[in-house]
């Protein structure tokens, strides 16, 4: 059964850090693109960041340009997520996801929630101002 477990969320003050893990199992996304998306309260799901099968290629939505980078160790089967300088409107669940085809690229492609056939359950991140 695959398995995507997201990790690493919590409440922290705006212009904190904080690092997402989410730990794949099940089978292996070491020739996937992850990705993250998150949700708020009442907005619809929000593409954040995904990272090709090697690595080489990462994307990233606009309002956290500069701010979030994403990583994977594929010996350990994990994407991260590592957030720095947060605000308030970064608050929402955060997704992690997976595709099920292999050597897929391309910002247009890694953008779209439907080009993960994976998902984990969120985990949440609150920015108090």
């Known amino acids: 059964q695959v398995q995507l477990v997201e990790s690493g969320g919590g409440l922290v003050q705006a212009g904190g850090s904080l690092r997402l893990s989410c730990a794949t199992s099940?089978?292996?996304?070491?020739?996937?693109?992850m990705g993250w998306f998150r949700q708020a309260p009442g907005k619809e799901r929000e593409f954040v960041a995904a990272?090709?099968?090697?690595?080489?290629?990462?994307y990233y939505g606009d309002s956290v340009k500069g701010r979030f980078t994403i990583s994977r160790d594929n010996a350990k089967n994990t994407v991260y997520l590592q957030m720095n300088s947060l605000k308030p409107e970064d608050t929402a669940v955060y997704y992690c996801a997976a595709d099920k085809d292999t050597y897929r690229s391309g910002s247009n492609y890694a953008k779209k929630s439907e080009s993960y056939e994976y998902w984990g359950q969120g985990t949440q991140v609150t920015v108090s101002s």
């Open positions: 099940g089978r292996t996304f070491s020739a996937s693109t």
């Open positions: 990272i090709s099968w090697s690595g080489g290629s990462t």
